[in-house]
């Protein structure tokens, strides 16, 4: 107990500090209250005090961190400190690249096993295909390496060069390969591809430097292929940079109009208020075509604010199921060390005047993640009575402070039975393992992405294969489970053939067949087109 105590004072003392030294100005420093100065002094002198006499030596690395983290938690939710080991990383993903040879892979049974290679990597362009294992690295064995670890031998400045061997399925020897390094592009689109001749679908996965520019391309080629109507998809998108999303926004609302406007703390050192609009960061014509935005929990912050602009000027339909429900903005500060710090500096609000944050106060972090686990807990009437009111361009009531309702509510139905069982499959990668091998030796398969969905069917013989795969690896199929989960089953493996032959628009193809948000989507366009006034 003595060591807990005094190590818990220790720690926020320092933290404290701390904070008063890299966040806060010498200026704001001097206007503090005198009861916060004198809680300051007081936590300098335990500080001290304990560096004295404490009884044993401390991590300080690790006890700073933690005391961080527990600081900023008391602040909201969205409050982090990130470690310097973590920054370079957080900056590649929302940069949208990085250097290196570009694979998605994991270790599977000892070996570096490609997933899939990076469309445009060095990889990519050398042939380096889906289930091909790394064994050397350099000249030295790759086998046993630790995931952490594969990184470090493959990333690498651009224009430097890497050999490795690759053992591939069906080749009796092992292929030697010099991949030079270059930069990856990290893509935010998910999937893109025309669903019938009139309907463009485009899955974005977050708000990157590159996202708007990536939508734009892809909208670009879906209306080469006579696109009329779109699925924007913003599920699981947990969003990104605000400027992104106001670019995402203004390529479906005309004119000069605003998208969303931030509010910081009122005071001299607020980060102020500001608004961003439609046409701010330059555009071609916005596009009129019919629109329905895909959201569910999962969709928040930079999703939530394209979500609510659309819905807001009536431009098109929200289906799904509530977001998240997260409207504050973040800035980051890097600190000395090359760690970072995010703290919340203003709440954003959509053009109604919403902000659809959920209310925090007084809840652990766990608790305010926890309870949106049941996404039906803002669809109903009396989850949203104490939420404030607003009204849509049209006067349809809309409401703030609980993330973005839909206009038409729907949860999608295709969801594992059998959660633990999928959990254990998915861990051991075992539908990628069996669609690899599977694609492989049927590669007549591969003639038509349209044709394989149609007529490719998950067979017994293929089922029975597959259960004596994940018998094999070590999974349990206790009490009647795997039956028990065979529709779902099934369309993993269909759509994780298709990835192998069409990559991620091929999977996504093929699993929007059993995605009842999707159907639903597209049974709303008439309803979409009456909403935004647009002609057919």
């Known amino acids: 107990m003595f060591r807990s ?58 006890a700073m961190e933690g005391a961080i ?86 990333k690498g400045p651009k224009g430097t060069s890497v050999d ?31 669903v019938d001749d009139s309907t463009g679908y485009i899955a974005v996965n977050r708000f990157a430097m590159i996202t708007a520019k990536e939508v734009e391309e892809r909208l670009v080629e879906l209306e080469k292929q006579n696109m009329k109507r779109l699925v924007l998809d913003l599920r699981w998108n947990s969003g990104g940079y605000l400027y992104e999303a106001v670019k995402m926004a203004g390529k479906f609302i005309s004119g000069h109009k605003k998208i969303v406007y931030t509010k910081g703390r009122e005071g001299q050192y607020s980060d102020g208020a500001e608004d961003y609009f439609a046409d701010q960061f330059g555009r071609k014509t916005p596009r009129d075509c019919d629109l329905v935005v895909l959201i569910n929990r999962g969709s928040a912050s930079a999703a939530e604010i394209v979500a609510g602009a659309i819905q807001d000027y009536d431009r098109g339909m929200i289906v799904g199921e509530n977001s998240f429900g997260k409207g504050l903005v973040q800035k980051e500060f890097m600190l000395n060390d090359g760690s970072a710090v995010r703290i919340t500096t203003a709440k954003y609000y959509t053009p109604s005047g919403r902000c659809i944050q959920r209310d925090y106060k007084g809840k652990e972090v766990e608790e305010y993640y926890e309870e949106i686990s049941d996404s039906a807990w803002a669809a ?29 509510q729907i949860r999608n139905a295709h969801k594992s039975q059998a959660p633990k069982l999928v959990n254990e499959i998915l861990k051991h990668r075992l539908f990628f393992e069996f669609a690899n091998d599977y694609a492989t030796r049927h590669p007549e398969l591969k003639s038509s992405l349209a044709s394989f969905r149609k007529t490719f069917r998950v067979n017994r013989d293929i089922m029975n ?72």
């Open 5 to 62: 105590r005094n190590s818990a004072v220790f720690v926020i003392a320092i933290v404290l500090c701390s904070a008063v030294g890299f966040v806060l100005t010498h200026a704001v420093f001097a206007d503090m209250r005198n009861s916060a100065q004198k809680q300051v002094n007081k936590l300098e002198d335990i500080s001290r005090l304990v560096d004295r006499h404490y009884v044993e030596d401390i991590n300080w690395d690790e």
């Open 69 to 154: 983290n527990g600081m900023l938690e008391k602040l909201d939710p969205h409050s982090v400190y990130i470690p310097a080991e973590k920054v370079k990383g957080n900056k590649e993903n929302f940069a949208g690249k990085y250097e290196g040879i570009g694979i998605q892979f994991d270790v599977l049974d000892g070996y570096i096993t490609v997933i899939s290679p990076i469309p445009g990597s060095p990889a990519y362009r050398l042939g380096i295909i889906a289930g091909d294992r790394i064994v050397k690295i350099n000249g030295e064995s790759a086998i046993g390496i630790s995931s952490d670890d594969v990184p470090k031998k493959l």
């Open 164 to 194: 490795v061997m690759i053992q591939r399925t069906g080749v009796a020897e092992e292929l030697p390969f010099t991949i030079v390094r270059d930069e990856v592009p990290i893509s935010t689109i998910t999937a893109s591809f025309m």
């Open 380 to 408: 109903t009437q009396d989850s949203i009575t104490d939420r404030p009111l607003f009204y849509t361009a049209k006067g349809r009531q809309v409401y703030g402070g609980g993330g973005i309702q839909p206009d038409i």
């Open 465 to 536: 294969a597959f259960k004596k795969l994940c018998l094999r690896k070590g999974v349990k199929l206790e009490n009647g489970l795997f039956e028990k989960d065979e529709r779902y089953l099934q369309s993993r493996i269909k759509g994780e053939i298709a990835r192998k032959f069409w990559e991620n628009d091929g999977y996504y193809y093929i699993m929007l067949d059993y995605d009842t948000q999707f159907l639903r989507a597209l049974d709303s366009f008439e309803q979409a087109r009456e909403l935004a006034q647009v002609a057919p």
